[in-house]
């Protein structure tokens, strides 16, 4: 059963109810890891197949909206999410958040820290959708694969600050952007939400600086970009000039 629905940034939406599961897919298994003095692992040498990374589920998507406190609203209204973190454009504080990490109320079930992030900018649009690996292994060794085929690394390895993932961004053939992670942070419903500026280098503990192809400010984009940025401001929405400033300080700090 579902019903489809059209949010306020005119992405359709579709709800789902009673699917029927099919059998798990093989699975790709954990590596076993000695950590410092907790060595699990003997007479095994540690052999990471260099082969694709299997995906175990979709963990999140992002979105960039026009009219994000009102589509966060709307989110956060029908569908009963959560805020995990919030990120507001620096010396903006106080006209509220510019993106938020959503996760599903599950009570005392920890779930994702974000199943939906959410950001104000000059466009409505699918920004990444998130899939899990088993492990570190996975990701790098599935990342060499996809390397050495010629696919394009959007920006990694390293490591998120809001939801901890371990983190590796490509671009398919169409420019469609997918994020591999592992390692994710599970919350309950018992935290509160988290407050920090909106910053590049905010976006990650360690791993290369955000790069111009994740932050949309390549030259390939620039022209996109600009002129979705200017009609953005000339329309009537939350993209205002002053939060094209914000947005466009995003990216060099
Ligand atoms: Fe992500």
Redesign the pocket.
Known sequence: MAVELTDPSGIPVKVVAGLHELPALPAQAPHMFNFGHHQARTNAPQRPPREPAAVQRL??V?LQSTRYIEALNWYLDNLGLIVSDFLYFAGQRDRGPTMSFIRCDRGATPTDH?TL?MALGPANRYV?S?YQVSDLDALAAGGEYLRERGYFRSWGIGR?IQ?S?L?D?WRDPDGFLV?H?ADGDLFDNTLEPGWAPFTASGLAQWGPPASGDFLGTSPKHARAEALSMFNAVREHNEFDVKRLIGLLKVATS
């Open positions: 963990g999140h992002v974000h992030a990444h998130a998120h939801g993932q983190f961004y994020e992670f």
